[in-house]
């Protein structure tokens, strides 16, 4: 479905209204901050161009690329989703919108987020909610792609090194142009976000990023641990783990030929 067609019409505009008020409600000062959309983000990214220090909009390849802001020097760029074109630590803020649900190599692109966004930053994810009306009906771009639940989302982002810390719900409103219903959008956010959340038609879960630091190995005791173990090698350039060790597995600094033959004896 073009992304910019539906934007354009009456169920686009209230998608666009009632998911601007959640983003704000969400990220309600983003001052000082580099901010980054990836995916169909244009509808929104507007909305904190004029309190960000700097917001740029990249879109995946397949989706192809549409020229943002309108009237003014372009601001997105055209990318493959697993090499970003922005340096490490770079980006405060990431706001994902029509990215994940079409992604081919999903894991891949949030590690490469992972590396552009800096050591405290924060995440948005948009993302369809999969019992919802909005994922059954291919009149909308939340009926395309792979639509989630709030635990599914949570799963993918703890494996790919984020700590979730918060989800919300919007778009309750039917996905069909019938004007009258339009003009209650807003009703219909009130009423379901206090009664109705598990219809919502999308999830907006907000990430932090995961830090990880050496720890040191826990091995042991022999008559050489006075020696000290040091630490793991970060395994190809990952993040450190916590494990166990034996003497055997990793010797000492300093090992005496006794202790070798104590560890590699026979049990």
């Known amino acids: 479905m073009d992304l910019r067609d539906f934007y354009a019409g009456d169920l686009g505009r209230v998608a666009r209204r009632t998911l601007r008020n959640r983003l ?4 309600p000062d983003v001052s000082g901050h580099a901010m980054l959309g990836i995916g169909y983000t ?3 990214l507007g909305l904190f161009r004029s309190e960000a220090d700097r917001v740029l ?5 397949p989706q192809g690329v549409l020229h943002w802001p309108a009237d003014e020097p372009n601001l997105t760029a055209l990318i493959e989703e697993t090499d ?3 340096p490490d630590l ?3 803020l ?3 919108a029509h990215a994940l649900e079409g992604s081919e190599r999903l894991r891949d692109l949030l590690r490469e987020v992972w590396r552009v966004m800096a050591d405290g930053g924060r995440m948005i994810i948009v993302v369809p909610h999969r019992p919802s009306l909005w994922t059954q009906t291919e009149r909308t771009p939340f009926g395309h792609g792979q639509p989630y639940s709030a635990r599914q989302v949570s799963r993918l982002l703890r494996k790919c090194l984020f700590t979730p810390i918060r989800t919300e719900h919007a778009l309750y409103v039917p996905p069909f142009r019938w004007r009258p219903a339009l003009s209650w959008a807003t009703a219909w956010e009130n009423i379901g976000d206090r009664w109705f959340q598990g219809l919502s038609g999308v999830l907006l879960v907000e990430a932090s990023k995961q830090l990880y630091a050496g720890a ?4 042991e005791r022999s008559a050489g641990a006075a020696a000290g173990y040091g630490l793991l090698p970060r395994p190809n350039g990952g993040s450190w783990r916590h494990r166990e060790m034996s003497p055997h597995v990793l010797r000492p600094r300093s090992w005496s030929r006794a202790d070798r033959a104590r560890t590699e004896a026979p049990r």
Not at 57 to 61: I, V
């Open 94 to 96: 990431v706001l994902l």
């Open 84 to 86: 970003l074109p922005f």
């Open 216 to 219: 040191p190995l826990r091995v």
């Open 24 to 27: 704000r409600r969400m990220w």
């Open 42 to 44: 244009a509808p929104f």
């Open 90 to 92: 770079s980006m405060d």
């Open 57 to 61: 909009s990249a879109m995946p390849a």
